[in-house]
């Protein structure tokens, strides 16, 4: 069931043709997951042994339950777009006066289009930064695609 479940996330949240985050929210996946944790209750550990490992597999479900939920209400993105049609505006206004008041240096113009090129690259960055699991650089899937091969099955 375990197995089922991870290989499911993993093949949804990471494909080519997913849609990261919003595949979570699936009430499909949240059933397997509530269906996971009945059945992890339903144990009826014989020994401390296997009382401890019971109460492992729940705390670990709990917190795999509460991951999930945070970042399901986090995938809405922690930048709000008008913050950034505000900073671009102000940046392009801000080299726009720089340009206006240097010389007419080829050195100077350089420069100016470098910082300019490092800034754009840092909004870039913030913004590829926001989204981990779309762009072009993206979380890895490796991890849990290791992970898979190693449960049980």
């Not at 509530?34 to 492992?56: C, F, S, V, Y």
């Not at 800034?119 to 979380?139: C, S």
Request: with cysteine; proline share 4%; aromatic share 6%.
């Amino acid at each position: 069931m375990l197995r089922t479940a991870v290989a499911s996330t993993v093949s949804s949240v990471f494909s080519k043709h997913g849609h990261g985050v919003a595949d979570l929210d699936d009430p499909q996946r949240l059933a397997t997951g509530q269906k996971l944790q009945a059945a992890l209750w339903q144990l009826t550990p014989e020994n401390d042994a296997q009382r401890m490992l019971k109460a492992g597999a729940l705390e670990l479900s709990n917190e795999i339950a509460q991951t999930r939920l945070l970042v399901i209400t986090q995938s809405g993105g922690s930048i709000p777009s008008v913050f950034l049609v505000v900073l671009v505006l102000w940046l392009a206004i801000m080299f726009a006066g720089f340009g206006l008041i240097t010389s007419n240096n080829p050195t100077v113009l350089v420069v100016l289009f470098l910082c300019a090129l490092s800034l754009a690259g840092a909004v870039l960055m913030i913004e590829e930064l926001n989204r981990p699991l779309e762009g072009f650089m993206k979380v890895s899937s490796a991890p849990m695609r290791y992970a898979l091969t190693h449960i049980g099955g």
